[in-house]
T-cell receptor, first 114, second 114 residues
Framework: ETGVTQSPTHLIKTRGQQVTLRCSSQ?????VSWYQQALGQGPQFIFQ???????GRGNFPPRFSGLQFPNYSSELNVNALELDDSALYLC?????????????FGPGTRLTVL | GENVEQHPSTLSVQEGDSAVIKCTYS??????FPWYKQELGKGPQLIID?????GEKKDQRIAVTLNKTAKHFSLHITETQPEDSAVYFC?????????????FGTGTRLQVTL
């Protein structure tokens, strides 16, 4: 186990709704990255937070937003949900700013949009 | 941006045989190459990683090789066991800070048969 936790484990929403997913990073880690993994695909980078600031963003629309808190836990918010947002959402924590940036993943949140 | 290709998409081996998974990357600036194992319903688990200043790394039954000139890297699993059955992902990144996002391959489903 990595020590990275995510909640909830499963979530069902309808189109147009909003959702908030949560991630607690591993002890000693100050960086959280979020990924979307569609069924049968590799994870796709959404964005990264380092010391409470967004530190890079992938090819996702602005309705995907996030936060990082002083304890380095993080939230992913998705507005105006679409059917294609159905996926496993993964967060990964790491120690940013140095030579070692190994990312450790949590178990994910399975989001289903109906 | 970076593009990572992974082959094969499925691999079936008999218990005790070796398994090899290959990946190529496009961005010559990438310098960090982790491999993750993902079991059904779980998040990706880091199994081994290699940095561009090293050509080969081994950890018990698992080894990774890197050819920077050809821009490809491979995962080798020897003496496979049924518990090695899972989906394996390769990934690449440029290292630390804003460039530390992981770009994943499409995955290889490894099945180890008795």
């Amino acid at each position: 186990e990595t020590g990275v936790t995510q909640s909830p484990t499963h979530l069902i929403k309808t189109r147009g709704q909003q959702v908030t997913l949560r991630c607690s990073s591993q002890s000693g880690h100050n960086t959280v990255s979020w990924y979307q993994q569609a069924l049968g695909q590799g994870p796709q980078f959404i964005f990264q937070y380092y010391r409470e600031e967004e530190n890079g963003r992938g090819n996702f629309p602005p309705r995907f937003s996030g936060l990082q808190f002083p304890n380095y836990s993080s939230e992913l918010n998705v507005n105006a949900l679409e059917l294609d947002d159905s996926a496993l959402y993964l967060c990964a924590s790491s120690v940013g700013g140095g030579e070692t940036d190994t990312q450790y993943f949590g178990p994910g949140t399975r989001l289903t949009v109906l | 941006g970076e593009n990572v290709e992974q082959h094969p998409s499925t691999l079936s081996v008999q218990e005790g045989d070796s398994a090899v998974i290959k990946c190529t990357y496009s961005d010559s600036a990438s310098n960090y190459f982790p491999w993750y194992k993902q079991e059904l319903g779980k998040g990706p688990q880091l199994i081994i990683d290699i940095r561009s200043n090293v050509g080969e790394k081994k950890d018990q039954r698992i080894a990774v090789t890197l050819n920077k000139t050809a821009k490809h890297f491979s995962l080798h699993i020897t003496e496979t066991q049924p518990e090695d059955s899972a989906v394996y992902f390769c990934a690449a990144s440029k290292g630390t800070g804003t460039a530390s996002k992981l770009t994943f391959g499409t995955g290889t489903r490894l099945q180890v048969t008795l």
